[in-house]
């Protein structure tokens, strides 16, 4: 190792290696991290929190290294696979400290990993619930429901379910995750939107719009069906056909009756439509599992 000028030069270097929160100077074990970022801790309190721990402690695993240590007096150093970020993000539920800030799905994702790894139970609450943030259901649902449904947490996976009904399912890239959930429960998702989509689709010839001077039904509703069950075929939810912007879209193809704008907004085919989309928010929304 190459000398240091100064003591306080030394000093620094090997601060750099120690964890700012997880440094007790009475520690009686060290974590280090793939990139050798020491995390001085008390075997006691990760025993309590994990049973993979605790049973390497009771079974009195050789985890003292020599070789790491300065002095015989010195607490066994124990090696990881995990990162520092990530494993200083496990610490954060064993020890009473703040909590992660979890923004992204692949951080959730990693944390649940190295939580089941060395079972530490007490964080999976937690992460069950920053699982199905709406952020997360919102941005990625087909993952979530891949993670829920590989660690087998059906709540979740019923979740994140009904939020996939706004996705095309057979374009959806294809993630680690789905590489981890099994045919069954990736044809459960496949049937859900299929079955959604045909009776959705069906409601829609159930409609009566306000007659028009053009046509009956009026030019508008023929476009505006089309239109709405070529949707549900691919995304079996209200939310897009019943809206102004889409309706809006459908009169702008209209050049042939001036009319069809009156027919559409009318109370009565405004009525149709509520009365259509409370029906078809009523179908089954999650898999059976």
């Excluded at 954060?92 to 692949?106: G, I």
């Excluded at 007490?122 to 920053?130: D, E, F, K, S, T």
């Excluded at 660690?151 to 379910?161: D, G, I, L, P, V």
Aim: a negative charge.
């Amino acid at each position: 190792m190459t000398s240091r000028s100064s003591k306080q030069s030394a000093t620094a270097e090997t601060d750099s290696n120690v964890s700012s929160v997880f440094n007790a100077e009475d520690a009686d074990l060290i974590l280090r991290s793939l990139d050798g970022v020491e995390f001085k801790v008390y075997r006691q309190i990760l025993a309590l929190a994990s049973t993979v721990w605790a049973d390497m402690f009771s079974l009195g695993a050789t985890i003292h290294d020599e070789a790491e240590s300065k002095k015989s007096s010195d607490p066994p150093v124990v090696s990881v696979t995990e990162k520092a970020s990530i494993l200083s993000d496990i610490l954060s539920f064993v020890y009473p400290v703040p909590k992660p800030d979890v923004n992204t799905l692949d951080h959730c994702s990693d944390i649940i990993a190295i939580a089941e790894k060395y079972d530490v139970t007490g964080a999976m609450p937690y992460l069950r619930n920053i699982l199905l943030s709406s952020k997360f259901l919102k941005e990625s649902p087909i993952r979530v429901y891949a993670i829920a449904c590989s660690y087998a947490w059906t709540a979740e996976a019923k979740e994140a379910s009904r939020h996939t009904l706004i996705c095309n399912i057979l374009e959806t890239p294809i993630t680690p995750e789905l590489y981890r959930i099994n045919a069954v429960e990736y044809i459960k998702l496949i049937q859900l939107h299929r079955t959604r989509s045909q009776s959705a689709i069906a409601m829609i010839d159930t409609i009566q719009p306000a007659n028009c001077s053009c046509t009956t039904p009026p030019y508008w509703y023929t476009t505006w069906a089309t239109r709405a069950k070529e949707e549900l075929t691919v995304r079996p939810n209200s939310s897009v056909i019943f809206g102004l912007e889409f309706c809006m879209n459908v009169l702008t193809t209209i050049t042939s009756c001036g009319y069809c704008a009156r027919s559409l907004m009318s109370t009565q085919t405004q009525a149709q439509f509520a009365s259509c989309k409370e029906r078809m928010d009523a179908l089954p929304d999650t898999v059976q599992i």
